[in-house]
C-alpha cells in the first residue's frame, strides 16, 4: 500500500492563529486525498475532498474558508486551518486512494491540533 | 444513503481467546467494505478489504471477515487474540466507483485484551 506522511504529528496554537497541516504521499502519485477530523472516542468524518489542480470539495457543514485546502502536486495536500479556536482542537487524518479500481484508501498518521 | 453501523462500543476478550467484531452497513448496491485498525493517538491501518468474488476475506495479522449479503454483514473475526490486538476497530463502507469517493466509518469498537 501506499505511504503516506503527515506534519506536523502534534500542533498546539494561541486562539485566532492559523496552522497549516501537510499531507505527503511519499512512493504514490495521487491525484485524490481526504482529509478527516476525529474528535476523541469518535469515528472519522469526511470534511473534504482534495483534487489535484482543483478546488477542493467540503462536506455539509465544512466551512471552506476556514479549513483551507491545497493540493499543488500529486504527493501533496496542504489543511490550513484559519482563525483557529478551541472548538477546532481534534485529530486530523488524511488518506490517499489507490490506483485503479480499487478505491483503497491509506491512512497518514495524524495530526493532533490542540487551541488554547 | 450508505450507512456502517458497528453494534459494539467495547469489548473485552480473554488473551487467545477467539474475537468477533460485528459490522453491518445498508447500501443499495454491492459495496467495498474495509476494516481498519487504528492504535492510540495512530492512524488507521487497514487490515483487510472486500470487493467481489470470494466472500470470506483473509488479512494482515491473522484476521478474517466474511461478507453475508443476506444479513448485510462483515463482520471480522480472529481465532486467538493476543494482547497487541488492543486497538480501535472500524468498519468503513465505500461507493462501487471509480471517483474516489471517501469512506463512510463506523463508530468504531473499542476492544480490550485482558491477560
Known amino acids: 500500500g501506499a505511504v503516506v506522511s503527515q506534519h506536523p504529528s502534534r500542533v498546539i496554537c494561541k486562539s485566532g492563529t492559523s496552522v497549516k497541516i501537510e499531507c505527503r504521499s511519499l512512493?504514490?502519485?495521487?491525484?485524490?486525498m481526504f482529509w478527516y477530523r476525529q474528535f476523541p472516542k469518535q469515528s472519522l468524518m469526511l470534511m473534504a475532498t482534495s483534487n489535484e489542480g482543483s478546488k477542493a470539495t467540503y462536506e455539509q457543514g465544512v466551512e471552506k474558508d476556514k479549513f483551507l485546502i491545497n493540493h499543488a502536486s500529486l504527493t501533496l495536500s496542504t489543511l490550513t486551518v484559519t482563525s483557529a479556536h478551541p472548538e477546532d482542537s481534534s485529530f486530523y487524518i488524511c488518506?490517499?486512494?489507490?490506483?485503479?479500481?480499487?478505491?483503497?484508501?491509506?491512512f497518514g498518521p495524524g495530526t493532533r491540533l490542540t487551541v488554547l | 444513503a450508505q450507512s456502517v453501523t458497528q453494534p459494539d462500543i467495547h469489548i473485552t476478550v480473554s488473551e487467545g481467546a477467539s474475537l468477533e467484531l460485528r459490522c453491518n452497513y445498508s447500501y443499495g448496491a454491492t459495496p467495498y467494505l474495509f476494516w481498519y485498525v487504528q492504535s492510540p493517538g495512530q492512524g488507521l491501518q487497514l487490515l483487510l478489504k472486500y470487493f467481489s468474488g470470494d466472500t470470506l476475506v483473509q488479512g494482515i495479522k491473522g484476521f478474517e471477515a466474511e461478507f453475508k449479503r443476506s444479513q448485510s454483514s462483515f463482520n471480522l473475526r480472529k481465532p486467538s487474540v493476543h494482547w497487541s490486538d488492543a486497538a480501535e476497530y472500524f468498519c468503513?463502507?465505500?461507493?462501487?466507483?471509480?471517483?474516489?469517493?471517501?469512506?463512510?466509518f463506523g463508530k468504531g469498537t473499542s476492544l480490550l485484551v485482558t491477560p
Open positions: 468503513a463502507v465505500g461507493a462501487n466507483s471509480n471517483s474516489g469517493y471517501a469512506l463512510n
Open positions: 488518506s490517499v486512494r489507490g490506483n485503479g479500481h480499487t478505491d483503497t484508501q491509506y
Open positions: 512512493d504514490f502519485q495521487a491525484t485524490t
